[in-house]
């Protein structure tokens, strides 16, 4: 009698955790599909690029390097600002900045009113990306992995140089590309 009582405990304590968890799962599944460790906003899907897509101005290119790209209409006082946020965001990498560049892509070809000669300068040729990147928030900056996809996005008028660092950290510390 004793061996049956015994059996069900140890029973129940190896199932009853596997269960309620499976539980939680199927009973609320978009838990864990919001609760990220990032800061910026994944984008989901993935927007892919080809080479063509994207026209870099001189001999620069998105392949084999993170890129911290700001996207704008045209280069005003915010776009300045950005410029400023996202040299320092790379300059406080540290180690890792060089597996990071900066780009402004710009449709009308303005430039910051400060002249910066690591800035990459780039403009966009396909309409479908434009499209796609016009559904976020104006004048954001987009994280491009070293293959040319736009992976991530920060809204620059709440940007948080601390938080965006973070998540460059950890992404180059698990990176094996770039």
Not at 48 to 61: A, L, Q, Y
Request: with cysteine; net charge negative.
């Amino acid at each position: 009698m004793n061996f049956k009582k015994e059996f069900w405990v140890l029973l129940l304590i190896f199932i009853l955790p596997v269960g309620l968890g499976t539980l939680f799962f199927y009973l609320n599944p978009s838990y864990f599909s919001q609760n990220t460790v990032n800061y910026g906003e994944l984008i989901r899907p993935v927007i892919m690029t080809e080479k063509s897509d994207i026209e870099v101005i001189g001999d620069d290119s998105l392949e084999g390097v993170w890129t911290l790209a700001y996207v704008t209409d045209s280069c005003d006082s915010l776009c300045d600002q950005a410029v400023e946020d996202v040299k320092t965001i790379r300059t406080l990498i540290n180690m890792d900045m060089r597996r990071i560049q900066r780009m402004l892509i710009t449709k009308d070809g303005s430039m910051p009113q400060k002249d910066d000669e690591n800035l990459i300068h780039a403009s966009i040729n396909n309409e479908e990306l434009l499209s796609q990147l016009a559904s976020f928030p104006k004048n954001s900056i987009f994280l491009i992995d070293p293959i040319g996809n736009f992976m991530l996005y920060y809204n620059p008028t709440d940007l948080n140089i601390k938080f965006v660092i973070k998540d460059l950290k950890r992404l180059l510390k698990y990176s094996r590309i770039g």
